[in-house]
């Protein structure tokens, strides 16, 4: 196993619960973890999956194979004999192999038909830094709290951190844990954490990372959870290891598709200077597809601080608008956006940065039959040209869990800063199987597993927001995550 280059880190939130608590809100609400995994490599992969359980340095080893483009899943609640996790496992893994891997976890919640339907989703991390940053921590805000871990990325070394959580006002509160062993990590549930006096918390967190006894930086990475604590919302992201002065976000939504509206938490991550921020977005108004812009602004945010930006607010936003948004700063910032409505609670991450090619590991589609009777989801990909030229020839291909080509989506032109929207069914292909993507009904010998790959021109700068929704009686639930550069 090349582990040192070839190895993702699946940053806390693996979780496999006791199934005996049912709750009707989302927080205390038990969650197993399914791992989908994609092969974004030109050969079989050898896959290794160490386990850890929180502050545990002694794994539980799982190897699994999967063939070049396929996209597969490991339910942690349904492994082989000799690799059963203990009921309760609460923890972190590494994977690796010999062909590079991407991975995002999926938050199942558990018993499966309860109140709670929607699954939260976080991508896994090749890369990691002495610091994270989490752009919003809540406790008792909003309706929601945040759990949140932080992974120690080091090959052998343990770890002592520092969690600094900045509030909106008042004073940071922080919080030290030492000897972290090696590929574990820590948990911080701020309903329950003891550090934080008051009845509420809205802010932002910093986490910073040396070698247990010494002053060397050390390797972290982090997830969160956000949990509704009177409804079933819940939703996960990625931390960061560090800013950028202008960000990109593939999805902008005000008043459109049942009320559904977009917000963004912006994270001024420069110790020492305060931040002047801009939001300008560009889109559509969905009912005309006429062109609509608009903009918003902050002044003056503290270092370590978070300012809020809702799409309705902004100054030439109104109802029924679809589009992307960028935003850009005089400091470095970290965005995290969110979509909210009646039903619907999501997260994933601005980007700094775009790619000529993008991994999403868990892609599904359903028909009306298998999704209208809440068994199955549907995966909607909205794709955002961030460079300054127009991107003309990409595509997007849909693998099934053995890797085969099911259908390809040639994109039209993106314009810069615009973006096109895909699912399975407007790929040209074969259309049972896309109508039934990443289901046992369009797999090879059946079961669940299903990829795609967004595929631009060399030097072209996209990036992805997949989201993923799940049809209920009370309506549509659903959650997003980043699409992840390929290498």
Not at 22 to 39: E, K, L
Not at 137 to 145: A, G
Request: hydrophobic share 40%; with cysteine.
């Amino acid at each position: 196993m090349r582990r040192a280059k070839l190895a993702t880190l699946l940053g806390g939130l693996m979780m496999l619960a006791s199934t005996s608590m049912v709750s009707a809100q989302a927080y205390g609400t038990p969650f197993a973890t399914s791992v989908t995994y994609q092969n974004v490599g030109t050969a079989e992969a050898q896959v290794q999956f160490n386990f850890y359980n929180e502050k545990s340095g002694s794994p539980t080893t799982v190897n699994r194979t999967i063939a070049a483009g396929a996209g597969s899943s490991l339910f942690v609640g349904g492994l082989g004999p000799g690799e059963t996790l203990p009921t309760g496992f609460k923890g972190s893994a590494v994977l690796s192999s010999n062909q590079p891997i991407v991975a995002t976890l999926v938050q199942i919640p558990q018993p499966t038909d309860g109140p709670v339907r929607n699954r939260p989703l976080s991508n896994g991390f090749r890369e990691a830094s002495s610091n994270v940053l989490l752009a919003t921590v809540l406790k008792n805000q909003f309706n929601f709290n945040s759990i949140f871990s932080i992974q120690n990325a080091e090959a052998t070394n343990a770890i002592d951190i520092e969690v600094r959580l900045v509030p909106v006002s008042g004073p940071a509160i922080t919080i030290s844990e030492t000897n972290i062993p090696a590929g574990s990590a820590k948990y911080y549930d701020m309903g329950t954490l003891s550090q934080v006096t008051s009845a509420s918390f809205n802010g932002s967190a910093t986490v910073t990372a040396v070698r247990t006894g010494t002053q060397t930086p050390a390797n972290i990475v982090g997830s969160a959870i956000e949990q509704q604590t009177n409804g079933v919302g819940t939703y996960a992201f990625e931390g960061v290891t560090g800013g950028a002065s202008k960000i990109f976000v593939a999805t902008a939504l005000c008043d459109v598709f049942g009320g559904n509206r977009t917000s963004y938490a912006v994270q001024n991550v420069d110790p020492t200077n305060n931040a002047n921020i801009t939001v300008s977005y560009q889109g559509v108004n969905n009912l005309t597809q006429a062109p609509v812009s608009g903009s918003a602004s902050a002044q003056n945010l503290a270092p370590g601080a978070k300012q809020s930006f809702v799409a309705c607010d902004a100054q030439g936003i109104g109802a029924e608008f679809t589009g992307a948004a960028t935003i850009e700063s005089n400091t470095p910032i970290v965005v995290i956006a969110k979509v909210f409505g009646t039903t619907r609670g999501t997260a994933w991450l601005g980007e700094a940065q775009g790619s000529a090619r993008l991994a999403l590991p868990y892609v599904r589609y359903s028909s009306n039959e298998n999704f209208l009777n809440n068994s199955r989801q549907r995966t909607f990909i909205a794709i955002q040209n961030v460079g300054t030229a127009a991107v003309t020839g990409a595509r997007v291909e849909y693998r099934d869990k053995d890797g085969g080509l099911v259908g390809t989506h040639n994109l039209p032109s993106i314009a810069p800063g615009a973006k096109v929207n895909t699912n399975a069914t407007l790929a040209t292909g074969d259309n049972a199987k896309l109508l039934d993507f990443g289901n046992p009904e369009a797999n090879p010998g059946g079961g669940f597993g299903g990829a795609a790959i967004v595929i631009g021109p060399s030097g072209s700068q996209l990036i992805a927001v997949a989201r993923v929704e799940s049809s209920t009686a009370a309506g549509p639930v659903a959650e997003d995550y980043n699409g992840i550069a390929i290498q």
